[in-house]
Protein backbone atom coordinates (compact mmCIF):
# COMPACT_ATOMS: atom_id res chain seq x y z
CA UNK A 1 0.00 0.00 0.00
CA UNK A 2 1.40 3.19 -0.98
CA UNK A 3 1.94 6.54 1.38
CA UNK A 4 -1.25 8.25 -0.56
CA UNK A 5 -3.45 5.19 0.62
CA UNK A 6 -1.84 4.64 3.85
CA UNK A 7 -2.46 8.66 4.84
CA UNK A 8 -6.56 8.39 3.75
CA UNK A 9 -7.21 5.32 5.56
CA UNK A 10 -5.37 6.97 8.61
CA UNK A 11 -7.29 9.63 8.23
CA UNK A 12 -10.76 7.92 7.55
CA UNK A 13 -10.07 6.14 11.10
CA UNK A 14 -8.49 9.09 12.64
CA UNK A 15 -11.75 10.77 11.64
CA UNK A 16 -14.19 7.37 12.69
CA UNK A 17 -12.62 7.10 16.10
CA UNK A 18 -13.04 10.61 16.98
CA UNK A 19 -16.57 11.11 15.98
CA UNK A 20 -17.72 7.69 17.64
CA UNK A 21 -15.89 8.79 21.11
CA UNK A 22 -17.43 12.17 20.79
CA UNK A 23 -20.93 10.79 20.24
CA UNK A 24 -20.67 7.84 22.42
CA UNK A 25 -19.68 9.96 25.90
CA UNK A 26 -22.18 12.72 24.91
CA UNK A 27 -25.02 10.57 24.32
CA UNK A 28 -27.60 10.32 27.42
CA UNK A 29 -31.33 9.54 28.13
CA UNK A 30 -32.53 12.26 26.80
CA UNK A 31 -30.69 11.94 23.17
CA UNK A 32 -33.74 9.92 21.26
CA UNK A 33 -36.07 12.22 22.96
CA UNK A 34 -33.86 15.00 21.57
CA UNK A 35 -33.56 13.81 17.72
CA UNK A 36 -37.08 12.59 17.80
CA UNK A 37 -37.83 16.34 17.02
CA UNK A 38 -35.41 16.71 14.32
CA UNK A 39 -36.43 17.98 11.30
CA UNK A 40 -34.20 16.78 7.64
CA UNK A 41 -34.73 20.37 5.98
CA UNK A 42 -32.15 21.45 8.75
CA UNK A 43 -29.79 19.61 6.47
CA UNK A 44 -30.58 21.02 3.50
CA UNK A 45 -30.44 24.64 5.01
CA UNK A 46 -27.05 23.87 6.39
CA UNK A 47 -25.07 22.58 3.00
CA UNK A 48 -26.71 25.56 1.41
CA UNK A 49 -24.98 27.77 3.87
CA UNK A 50 -21.87 25.78 2.78
CA UNK A 51 -22.29 26.14 -0.95
CA UNK A 52 -23.31 29.98 -0.52
CA UNK A 53 -19.91 30.41 1.82
CA UNK A 54 -17.98 28.27 -0.86
CA UNK A 55 -19.53 31.06 -3.53
CA UNK A 56 -18.19 33.77 -1.80
CA UNK A 57 -14.74 31.97 -1.09
CA UNK A 58 -14.65 31.93 -4.96
CA UNK A 59 -15.71 34.99 -6.31
CA UNK A 60 -13.05 36.74 -3.54
CA UNK A 61 -10.37 34.97 -4.95
CA UNK A 62 -11.26 36.00 -8.07
CA UNK A 63 -11.27 39.39 -7.55
CA UNK A 64 -7.92 38.65 -5.38
CA UNK A 65 -6.41 37.34 -8.56
CA UNK A 66 -8.01 39.93 -11.07
CA UNK A 67 -6.12 42.30 -8.38
CA UNK A 68 -2.67 40.78 -9.30
CA UNK A 69 -3.35 41.15 -13.18
CA UNK A 70 -4.41 37.67 -13.51
CA UNK A 71 -7.97 35.73 -14.34
CA UNK A 72 -9.11 32.92 -13.53
CA UNK A 73 -12.76 31.29 -13.81
CA UNK A 74 -15.27 30.67 -11.12
CA UNK A 75 -14.77 26.83 -11.90
CA UNK A 76 -10.89 27.28 -11.09
CA UNK A 77 -11.66 29.07 -8.06
CA UNK A 78 -13.73 26.49 -6.64
CA UNK A 79 -11.27 23.77 -7.70
CA UNK A 80 -8.34 26.12 -5.50
CA UNK A 81 -11.03 25.98 -2.36
CA UNK A 82 -11.51 22.43 -2.85
CA UNK A 83 -8.03 21.50 -3.80
CA UNK A 84 -7.05 23.25 -0.08
CA UNK A 85 -9.71 21.05 1.95
CA UNK A 86 -8.18 17.81 0.56
CA UNK A 87 -4.75 18.59 1.60
CA UNK A 88 -5.85 20.61 4.69
CA UNK A 89 -6.88 17.15 6.05
CA UNK A 90 -4.08 14.93 4.71
CA UNK A 91 -1.10 16.55 6.23
CA UNK A 92 -0.25 17.66 9.91
CA UNK A 93 -1.58 21.07 10.62
CA UNK A 94 -3.11 21.64 7.72
CA UNK A 95 0.44 22.57 5.61
CA UNK A 96 -0.75 20.79 2.64
CA UNK A 97 -4.16 23.16 2.17
CA UNK A 98 -1.70 25.97 1.31
CA UNK A 99 0.12 23.74 -1.74
CA UNK A 100 -2.45 22.54 -3.12
CA UNK A 101 -3.90 26.25 -3.59
CA UNK A 102 -0.72 26.92 -5.15
CA UNK A 103 -0.70 23.55 -7.50
CA UNK A 104 -4.47 24.71 -8.66
CA UNK A 105 -3.85 28.07 -9.13
CA UNK A 106 -0.50 27.35 -11.70
CA UNK A 107 -2.66 24.95 -12.94
CA UNK A 108 -5.48 27.87 -13.92
CA UNK A 109 -2.55 30.08 -15.58
CA UNK A 110 -1.15 32.46 -12.44
CA UNK A 111 2.20 32.42 -11.97
CA UNK A 112 4.11 30.36 -8.88
CA UNK A 113 5.33 33.90 -7.65
CA UNK A 114 1.52 36.11 -7.68
CA UNK A 115 0.19 32.62 -6.71
CA UNK A 116 2.03 32.21 -3.28
CA UNK A 117 1.20 35.70 -2.37
CA UNK A 118 -2.29 34.87 -3.44
CA UNK A 119 -2.49 31.62 -0.82
CA UNK A 120 -1.02 34.06 1.98
CA UNK A 121 -3.76 37.12 0.95
CA UNK A 122 -6.20 34.45 1.19
CA UNK A 123 -5.16 33.38 5.06
CA UNK A 124 -4.57 36.30 6.29
CA UNK A 125 -7.70 38.03 5.62
CA UNK A 126 -9.63 35.26 7.53
CA UNK A 127 -7.41 35.36 10.13
CA UNK A 128 -7.63 39.08 10.82
CA UNK A 129 -11.32 39.03 9.87
CA UNK A 130 -11.83 36.73 12.81
CA UNK A 131 -9.85 38.62 14.97
CA UNK A 132 -11.55 41.66 14.27
CA UNK A 133 -14.86 40.04 15.86
CA UNK A 134 -13.16 38.52 18.94
CA UNK A 135 -13.48 42.16 20.97
CA UNK A 136 -17.58 42.09 20.33
CA UNK A 137 -17.43 38.27 20.69
CA UNK A 138 -15.69 38.52 24.60
CA UNK A 139 -18.28 41.82 25.07
CA UNK A 140 -21.40 39.96 24.15
CA UNK A 141 -20.78 36.23 25.61
CA UNK A 142 -19.21 36.23 29.51
CA UNK A 143 -17.67 32.77 29.82
CA UNK A 144 -17.03 31.64 26.56
CA UNK A 145 -14.02 29.36 28.21
CA UNK A 146 -14.61 28.21 31.89
CA UNK A 147 -11.61 29.10 33.86
CA UNK A 148 -10.16 31.92 31.81
CA UNK A 149 -12.02 35.51 32.86
CA UNK A 150 -13.52 37.41 29.60
CA UNK A 151 -10.86 40.22 30.82
CA UNK A 152 -7.93 37.93 30.41
CA UNK A 153 -9.19 36.95 26.50
CA UNK A 154 -9.98 40.47 25.48
CA UNK A 155 -6.13 41.44 26.61
CA UNK A 156 -4.88 38.41 24.81
CA UNK A 157 -7.00 39.62 21.89
CA UNK A 158 -6.26 43.06 21.81
CA UNK A 159 -2.13 43.02 21.89
CA UNK A 160 -2.39 40.16 18.92
CA UNK A 161 -4.25 42.29 16.83
CA UNK A 162 -1.73 45.41 17.94
CA UNK A 163 0.83 43.24 17.11
CA UNK A 164 -0.71 41.62 13.45
CA UNK A 165 -0.93 45.07 12.87
CA UNK A 166 2.26 46.54 13.53
CA UNK A 167 3.67 43.49 11.88
CA UNK A 168 1.68 44.05 8.56
CA UNK A 169 3.00 47.60 9.20
CA UNK A 170 7.05 46.80 9.86
CA UNK A 171 6.84 44.26 6.72
CA UNK A 172 5.62 47.10 4.13
CA UNK A 173 7.82 49.73 5.46
CA UNK A 174 10.89 47.42 5.10
CA UNK A 175 11.21 47.68 9.57
CA UNK A 176 11.20 43.85 10.12
CA UNK A 177 14.36 43.32 7.56
CA UNK A 178 16.70 43.29 9.74
CA UNK A 179 14.63 41.54 12.67
CA UNK A 180 13.94 38.40 10.38
CA UNK A 181 18.26 38.48 9.08
CA UNK A 182 18.91 38.58 13.07
CA UNK A 183 16.46 35.56 14.15
CA UNK A 184 17.36 33.33 11.59
CA UNK A 185 21.02 33.42 11.77
CA UNK A 186 21.30 30.24 13.44
CA UNK A 187 18.89 28.65 11.53
CA UNK A 188 19.86 25.96 9.15
CA UNK A 189 20.30 27.26 5.58
CA UNK A 190 17.63 25.22 4.12
CA UNK A 191 15.30 26.79 7.04
CA UNK A 192 16.52 29.86 6.92
CA UNK A 193 15.58 30.06 3.13
CA UNK A 194 12.16 28.87 3.27
CA UNK A 195 11.46 31.67 6.02
CA UNK A 196 12.98 34.35 3.62
CA UNK A 197 10.81 33.27 0.94
CA UNK A 198 7.83 33.30 3.30
CA UNK A 199 8.57 36.65 4.57
CA UNK A 200 8.86 38.11 0.99
CA UNK A 201 5.43 36.49 0.02
CA UNK A 202 4.10 37.92 2.97
CA UNK A 203 5.34 41.39 1.95
CA UNK A 204 4.36 40.84 -1.38
CA UNK A 205 0.54 40.20 -0.29
CA UNK A 206 0.63 43.46 1.98
CA UNK A 207 1.84 44.98 -1.36
CA UNK A 208 -0.92 43.65 -2.91
CA UNK A 209 -3.50 44.64 -1.17
CA UNK A 210 -2.43 48.38 -0.52
CA UNK A 211 -2.42 48.86 -4.15
CA UNK A 212 -6.45 48.83 -4.37
CA UNK A 213 -7.82 49.39 -1.24
CA UNK A 214 -11.53 49.84 -2.97
CA UNK A 215 -11.33 46.22 -3.68
CA UNK A 216 -9.41 45.10 -0.79
CA UNK A 217 -13.10 46.34 0.99
CA UNK A 218 -14.88 44.00 -1.12
CA UNK A 219 -12.44 41.25 -1.03
CA UNK A 220 -12.45 41.61 3.21
CA UNK A 221 -16.25 41.79 2.97
CA UNK A 222 -16.41 38.70 1.04
CA UNK A 223 -14.05 36.86 3.01
CA UNK A 224 -16.35 37.87 6.39
CA UNK A 225 -19.67 36.37 4.39
CA UNK A 226 -17.52 32.96 3.92
CA UNK A 227 -16.66 32.41 7.10
CA UNK A 228 -20.00 33.34 8.34
CA UNK A 229 -21.80 31.04 5.67
CA UNK A 230 -20.01 28.38 6.82
CA UNK A 231 -19.96 28.70 10.26
CA UNK A 232 -24.03 28.99 9.97
CA UNK A 233 -24.37 25.42 9.72
CA UNK A 234 -25.14 25.01 13.92
CA UNK A 235 -27.61 27.31 13.63
CA UNK A 236 -29.29 25.40 11.15
CA UNK A 237 -29.03 22.20 12.53
CA UNK A 238 -29.87 24.32 15.86
CA UNK A 239 -33.04 25.11 14.30
CA UNK A 240 -33.83 21.11 12.78
CA UNK A 241 -33.46 20.22 16.79
CA UNK A 242 -36.04 22.71 17.43
CA UNK A 243 -34.08 25.59 19.09
CA UNK A 244 -36.01 29.05 17.77
CA UNK A 245 -34.94 31.18 20.93
CA UNK A 246 -31.25 30.82 21.21
CA UNK A 247 -28.95 33.62 21.18
CA UNK A 248 -27.63 33.37 18.02
CA UNK A 249 -25.08 35.95 18.14
CA UNK A 250 -23.44 33.89 21.06
CA UNK A 251 -23.55 31.02 18.80
CA UNK A 252 -21.85 32.61 15.86
CA UNK A 253 -19.36 34.14 18.13
CA UNK A 254 -18.31 30.93 19.89
CA UNK A 255 -18.13 29.50 16.43
CA UNK A 256 -16.01 32.35 15.39
CA UNK A 257 -13.71 31.84 18.25
CA UNK A 258 -13.78 27.74 18.20
CA UNK A 259 -12.10 28.19 14.24
CA UNK A 260 -9.78 31.02 14.91
CA UNK A 261 -8.19 28.69 17.29
CA UNK A 262 -8.29 25.54 14.86
CA UNK A 263 -5.75 27.78 12.70
CA UNK A 264 -2.79 27.34 15.01
CA UNK A 265 -4.09 23.62 15.99
CA UNK A 266 -1.11 20.91 14.87
CA UNK A 267 -3.94 17.71 14.07
CA UNK A 268 -5.09 17.92 10.40
CA UNK A 269 -7.73 19.89 9.57
CA UNK A 270 -7.72 20.57 13.67
CA UNK A 271 -9.53 16.92 14.07
CA UNK A 272 -10.17 15.87 17.31
CA UNK A 273 -9.65 19.37 18.67
CA UNK A 274 -12.27 20.73 16.63
CA UNK A 275 -14.76 18.00 18.22
CA UNK A 276 -13.42 18.83 21.46
CA UNK A 277 -13.65 22.09 21.61
CA UNK A 278 -17.33 21.92 20.16
CA UNK A 279 -18.62 19.84 23.23
CA UNK A 280 -16.76 22.41 25.83
CA UNK A 281 -18.38 25.62 24.17
CA UNK A 282 -21.98 24.34 22.96
CA UNK A 283 -22.45 21.37 25.88
CA UNK A 284 -25.23 23.47 27.90
CA UNK A 285 -26.46 25.65 25.13
CA UNK A 286 -27.90 22.33 22.60
CA UNK A 287 -30.58 20.27 23.51
CA UNK A 288 -29.63 17.39 25.93
CA UNK A 289 -27.82 14.55 24.79
CA UNK A 290 -26.96 15.56 21.19
CA UNK A 291 -23.58 18.07 21.48
CA UNK A 292 -21.94 15.38 20.35
CA UNK A 293 -24.13 14.34 17.22
CA UNK A 294 -24.11 17.87 16.32
CA UNK A 295 -20.32 18.30 16.74
CA UNK A 296 -20.05 15.46 14.11
CA UNK A 297 -22.84 16.70 11.86
CA UNK A 298 -20.70 20.40 11.86
CA UNK A 299 -17.31 18.54 10.50
CA UNK A 300 -19.58 16.06 8.12
CA UNK A 301 -20.71 19.48 6.53
CA UNK A 302 -18.12 21.74 6.83
CA UNK A 303 -15.27 19.64 6.23
CA UNK A 304 -15.75 16.26 5.48
CA UNK A 305 -18.14 16.55 2.49
CA UNK A 306 -15.91 19.21 0.82
CA UNK A 307 -12.60 16.73 1.23
CA UNK A 308 -14.30 14.38 -1.09
CA UNK A 309 -15.13 16.87 -3.49
CA UNK A 310 -11.27 18.11 -3.42
CA UNK A 311 -10.09 14.79 -3.46
CA UNK A 312 -12.01 14.19 -6.50
CA UNK A 313 -10.91 17.43 -8.04
CA UNK A 314 -7.33 16.59 -7.17
CA UNK A 315 -6.77 13.22 -8.69
CA UNK A 316 -8.82 14.61 -11.74
CA UNK A 317 -6.83 17.50 -12.55
CA UNK A 318 -3.28 16.16 -11.12
CA UNK A 319 -3.54 12.24 -11.11
CA UNK A 320 -2.79 9.96 -8.40
CA UNK A 321 1.43 10.33 -8.91
CA UNK A 322 1.10 14.30 -7.77
CA UNK A 323 -0.46 12.93 -4.57
CA UNK A 324 2.10 10.54 -4.07
CA UNK A 325 4.81 12.92 -4.17
CA UNK A 326 3.48 15.25 -2.01
CA UNK A 327 2.51 13.48 0.54
CA UNK A 328 6.10 11.63 0.51
CA UNK A 329 7.60 15.11 1.45
Known sequence: MNRFYRRLLGLILLVLIISGAVIGMTIDINTLQSLDCFQPWSVALAVGAVALGMFFDGSRLMHLVKISQEKISLYQAVQVIFGNYFLAL???????????????????????????????????????????????????????????????????????????????????????????????????????????????????????????????????????????????IVPCLLLGLGVWDADWCAVMGRMIFLNMLLYFMPTPGGSGIAEGGFVLLFSESVPAGTVGIIAVCWRLIAEYIPFLIGFYYTLTVFGRDFLNRQLSK
Open 90 to 232: LTPGATGGAVAQLMFLRHAGVPTGKAAVLVIVRTLLSIFFLALCMPFILLHDEGIVPGLSNDWLMAITVTALALIVGMLIGARRGNLDGLVIQATKRVRNERRRKIFAFYRDTKGAINLLSKSPRSLLLVFFESGLNLLCIYA
